[in-house]
Protein backbone atom coordinates (compact mmCIF):
# COMPACT_ATOMS: atom_id res chain seq x y z
CA UNK A 1 0.00 0.00 0.00
CA UNK A 2 1.25 3.55 -1.32
CA UNK A 3 2.80 5.49 2.28
CA UNK A 4 0.47 8.22 0.90
CA UNK A 5 -3.04 6.18 0.84
CA UNK A 6 -5.44 7.44 3.38
CA UNK A 7 -7.95 4.62 5.12
CA UNK A 8 -11.20 5.28 5.39
CA UNK A 9 -13.35 3.11 7.60
CA UNK A 10 -16.83 2.63 6.64
CA UNK A 11 -19.81 1.41 8.71
CA UNK A 12 -22.82 0.58 6.24
CA UNK A 13 -25.40 -2.30 6.16
CA UNK A 14 -26.69 -1.30 3.00
CA UNK A 15 -25.25 -4.20 0.83
CA UNK A 16 -26.33 -1.91 -2.53
CA UNK A 17 -24.74 1.64 -0.86
CA UNK A 18 -21.61 -0.21 0.67
CA UNK A 19 -21.11 -1.92 -2.85
CA UNK A 20 -21.30 1.74 -4.50
CA UNK A 21 -19.23 3.22 -1.52
CA UNK A 22 -16.30 0.46 -1.59
CA UNK A 23 -16.40 1.20 -5.69
CA UNK A 24 -16.32 4.89 -5.57
CA UNK A 25 -13.41 5.21 -2.84
CA UNK A 26 -11.13 2.67 -4.02
CA UNK A 27 -10.73 4.10 -7.52
CA UNK A 28 -9.85 7.47 -5.65
CA UNK A 29 -7.04 4.89 -4.35
CA UNK A 30 -8.51 4.85 -0.48
CA UNK A 31 -7.72 1.98 1.48
CA UNK A 32 -11.22 1.17 2.40
CA UNK A 33 -12.31 -0.89 4.90
CA UNK A 34 -16.19 -1.83 5.69
CA UNK A 35 -18.42 -2.71 8.69
CA UNK A 36 -21.34 -3.32 9.00
CA UNK A 37 -22.35 -4.62 12.65
CA UNK A 38 -22.09 -1.11 15.08
CA UNK A 39 -20.80 -3.34 17.52
CA UNK A 40 -17.68 -4.12 15.60
CA UNK A 41 -16.85 -0.57 15.10
CA UNK A 42 -13.99 -0.08 18.01
CA UNK A 43 -12.51 -3.46 16.80
CA UNK A 44 -12.14 -2.08 13.44
CA UNK A 45 -10.89 1.27 14.44
CA UNK A 46 -7.70 -0.26 16.60
CA UNK A 47 -6.87 -2.63 13.73
CA UNK A 48 -7.70 -0.29 10.71
CA UNK A 49 -6.38 3.70 12.29
CA UNK A 50 -8.33 4.90 10.22
CA UNK A 51 -7.91 8.57 8.41
CA UNK A 52 -12.02 9.43 8.42
CA UNK A 53 -14.63 7.23 9.07
CA UNK A 54 -18.06 7.38 7.27
CA UNK A 55 -20.65 6.85 9.83
CA UNK A 56 -24.37 5.28 9.28
CA UNK A 57 -26.82 6.33 11.45
CA UNK A 58 -28.80 3.37 11.16
CA UNK A 59 -26.55 -0.14 12.53
CA UNK A 60 -27.55 -3.23 13.66
CA UNK A 61 -26.83 -3.29 17.62
CA UNK A 62 -25.25 -0.32 18.25
CA UNK A 63 -26.60 3.51 16.26
CA UNK A 64 -24.27 5.79 14.78
CA UNK A 65 -24.72 8.83 17.42
CA UNK A 66 -23.60 6.32 20.31
CA UNK A 67 -20.75 5.07 18.29
CA UNK A 68 -20.16 8.46 17.41
CA UNK A 69 -20.07 9.40 21.54
CA UNK A 70 -17.77 6.90 22.37
CA UNK A 71 -15.10 7.29 19.71
CA UNK A 72 -14.88 11.06 20.56
CA UNK A 73 -14.90 9.99 24.42
CA UNK A 74 -11.82 7.56 23.10
CA UNK A 75 -10.16 11.05 22.03
CA UNK A 76 -9.92 9.42 18.22
CA UNK A 77 -9.64 13.11 16.08
CA UNK A 78 -10.05 11.44 12.68
CA UNK A 79 -12.95 13.12 10.84
CA UNK A 80 -16.37 11.83 10.85
CA UNK A 81 -18.83 12.12 8.26
CA UNK A 82 -22.51 11.00 9.39
CA UNK A 83 -25.06 9.49 6.74
CA UNK A 84 -28.66 10.37 7.33
CA UNK A 85 -31.86 9.31 6.20
CA UNK A 86 -33.69 11.91 4.25
CA UNK A 87 -36.28 14.04 6.91
CA UNK A 88 -34.02 13.68 9.45
CA UNK A 89 -32.76 17.04 10.15
CA UNK A 90 -32.87 17.02 13.46
CA UNK A 91 -30.44 14.02 14.10
CA UNK A 92 -28.23 16.14 11.86
CA UNK A 93 -27.72 18.96 14.34
CA UNK A 94 -27.74 16.34 17.32
CA UNK A 95 -25.00 14.60 15.11
CA UNK A 96 -22.67 17.60 15.12
CA UNK A 97 -23.47 17.85 18.80
CA UNK A 98 -21.59 14.84 19.60
CA UNK A 99 -18.88 14.92 17.42
CA UNK A 100 -19.42 14.08 13.38
CA UNK A 101 -17.65 16.54 11.64
CA UNK A 102 -20.06 16.36 8.61
CA UNK A 103 -23.09 14.65 7.99
CA UNK A 104 -24.88 13.92 4.34
CA UNK A 105 -28.22 13.15 3.42
CA UNK A 106 -29.11 9.86 1.51
CA UNK A 107 -29.41 9.38 -1.54
CA UNK A 108 -26.27 11.64 -1.94
CA UNK A 109 -24.40 12.15 -4.82
CA UNK A 110 -21.18 10.52 -5.15
CA UNK A 111 -19.25 13.33 -6.52
CA UNK A 112 -20.70 15.41 -3.57
CA UNK A 113 -19.34 12.80 -1.07
CA UNK A 114 -16.06 13.03 -2.84
CA UNK A 115 -15.66 16.58 -2.50
CA UNK A 116 -16.64 16.36 1.17
CA UNK A 117 -13.93 13.46 2.40
CA UNK A 118 -11.27 15.57 0.70
CA UNK A 119 -12.19 19.08 2.89
CA UNK A 120 -12.07 16.72 5.78
CA UNK A 121 -9.32 15.30 5.16
CA UNK A 122 -7.04 17.88 4.42
CA UNK A 123 -8.54 19.87 7.04
CA UNK A 124 -7.23 16.96 9.41
CA UNK A 125 -3.84 17.12 8.04
CA UNK A 126 -3.33 20.65 8.48
CA UNK A 127 -4.30 20.59 11.92
CA UNK A 128 -2.67 16.83 12.29
CA UNK A 129 -0.17 16.62 15.73
CA UNK A 130 3.05 17.32 13.76
CA UNK A 131 1.37 20.24 12.42
CA UNK A 132 2.43 23.66 13.62
CA UNK A 133 0.21 24.78 17.02
CA UNK A 134 -1.37 27.82 16.62
CA UNK A 135 -2.51 30.05 19.22
CA UNK A 136 -4.52 33.17 18.79
CA UNK A 137 -4.84 35.64 21.29
CA UNK A 138 -7.77 37.68 21.82
CA UNK A 139 -7.23 39.63 25.10
CA UNK A 140 -7.17 37.86 27.97
CA UNK A 141 -8.75 34.69 25.86
CA UNK A 142 -6.09 32.01 24.39
CA UNK A 143 -7.83 29.99 21.24
CA UNK A 144 -5.62 27.52 20.24
CA UNK A 145 -6.61 26.14 16.97
CA UNK A 146 -4.86 22.96 16.94
CA UNK A 147 -6.41 21.41 20.18
CA UNK A 148 -9.61 23.79 19.15
CA UNK A 149 -10.09 24.87 22.75
CA UNK A 150 -11.33 28.27 23.86
CA UNK A 151 -9.27 29.43 27.35
CA UNK A 152 -10.48 31.79 29.10
CA UNK A 153 -9.89 33.59 32.73
CA UNK A 154 -11.17 32.12 35.69
CA UNK A 155 -9.94 29.07 34.41
CA UNK A 156 -12.84 28.38 31.77
CA UNK A 157 -12.01 26.05 29.03
CA UNK A 158 -14.58 26.04 25.96
CA UNK A 159 -14.59 23.00 23.52
CA UNK A 160 -14.80 24.43 19.38
CA UNK A 161 -16.46 22.12 16.89
CA UNK A 162 -14.78 22.09 13.63
CA UNK A 163 -17.10 24.46 11.88
CA UNK A 164 -16.14 26.79 15.11
CA UNK A 165 -12.55 26.47 13.89
CA UNK A 166 -13.00 27.08 10.24
CA UNK A 167 -14.65 30.09 11.21
CA UNK A 168 -12.35 31.51 12.53
CA UNK A 169 -9.76 30.88 10.33
CA UNK A 170 -12.02 32.02 7.95
CA UNK A 171 -12.51 35.47 9.96
CA UNK A 172 -8.39 35.44 10.67
CA UNK A 173 -7.75 35.20 7.07
CA UNK A 174 -10.12 38.64 6.79
CA UNK A 175 -9.35 39.96 10.15
CA UNK A 176 -9.85 43.55 11.15
CA UNK A 177 -12.32 43.07 7.51
CA UNK A 178 -15.80 43.12 7.19
CA UNK A 179 -17.21 39.57 6.06
CA UNK A 180 -20.58 39.16 5.08
CA UNK A 181 -23.24 36.25 5.68
CA UNK A 182 -23.07 35.32 2.28
CA UNK A 183 -18.90 35.30 1.87
CA UNK A 184 -19.07 32.59 5.25
CA UNK A 185 -21.68 30.77 3.94
CA UNK A 186 -20.05 30.00 0.73
CA UNK A 187 -15.98 29.66 2.40
CA UNK A 188 -17.17 28.02 5.01
CA UNK A 189 -20.90 25.82 4.84
CA UNK A 190 -20.14 25.70 0.96
CA UNK A 191 -23.54 26.20 0.30
CA UNK A 192 -24.83 23.17 2.38
CA UNK A 193 -28.26 22.24 1.76
CA UNK A 194 -30.72 24.13 3.61
CA UNK A 195 -28.17 26.69 5.26
CA UNK A 196 -29.24 30.29 4.79
CA UNK A 197 -27.45 33.37 6.64
CA UNK A 198 -29.32 32.86 9.80
CA UNK A 199 -27.30 29.65 10.29
CA UNK A 200 -24.29 32.18 9.57
CA UNK A 201 -25.79 34.27 12.58
CA UNK A 202 -26.60 31.74 14.98
CA UNK A 203 -22.92 30.19 14.97
CA UNK A 204 -20.99 33.27 15.56
CA UNK A 205 -23.73 33.89 18.19
CA UNK A 206 -22.43 30.83 19.72
CA UNK A 207 -19.15 31.31 19.28
CA UNK A 208 -18.90 34.55 20.54
CA UNK A 209 -20.42 33.16 23.43
CA UNK A 210 -17.21 31.05 24.02
CA UNK A 211 -14.98 33.31 22.75
CA UNK A 212 -15.68 36.81 24.39
CA UNK A 213 -15.23 37.54 27.86
CA UNK A 214 -18.34 39.55 27.49
CA UNK A 215 -20.63 38.50 24.92
CA UNK A 216 -23.23 41.26 25.12
CA UNK A 217 -20.77 43.63 24.18
CA UNK A 218 -17.90 41.65 22.08
CA UNK A 219 -14.45 43.15 21.38
CA UNK A 220 -13.13 41.17 18.89
CA UNK A 221 -15.82 38.85 17.32
CA UNK A 222 -18.13 41.68 16.41
CA UNK A 223 -21.45 42.92 14.31
CA UNK A 224 -21.27 45.63 11.44
CA UNK A 225 -24.76 46.30 11.00
CA UNK A 226 -25.88 45.47 7.48
CA UNK A 227 -22.32 44.13 6.58
CA UNK A 228 -21.68 41.19 8.24
CA UNK A 229 -19.12 40.49 10.94
CA UNK A 230 -15.36 41.07 11.84
CA UNK A 231 -12.67 39.84 13.70
CA UNK A 232 -10.83 42.82 15.04
CA UNK A 233 -6.95 42.13 16.54
CA UNK A 234 -4.01 44.05 16.73
CA1 LIG B 1 -28.46 1.54 7.99
Known amino acids: MPE ?3 NI ?3 EDEPSLVFTLRDTLEAENYNVTVISDGAEVIDAIKETEPDLMILDLMLPNRDGYEICEEIRSLKYTFPVIMLTARDQEIDKVTGLNIGADD ?6 GVKELLA ?8 ANAYSKSGP ?5 LGPVKIDMNEAKVYKPDDIIEDLSTREVEIIEHLLKNA ?3 ISRDDLLEKVWRYEYSTNTRTVDVHISKLRAKVEV ?18 KIN
Not at 103 to 108: A, M, R, S
Not at 133 to 137: A, D
Not at 214 to 224: E, G, K, S
Request: charged residues 25%; glycine residues 4%.
Open 133 to 137: VEILK
Open 176 to 178: NMP
Open 116 to 123: RITARLRR
Open 103 to 108: YITKPF
Open 214 to 231: NPDDPRYLVTLHGVGYML
Open 9 to 11: LIV
Open 4 to 6: NQK
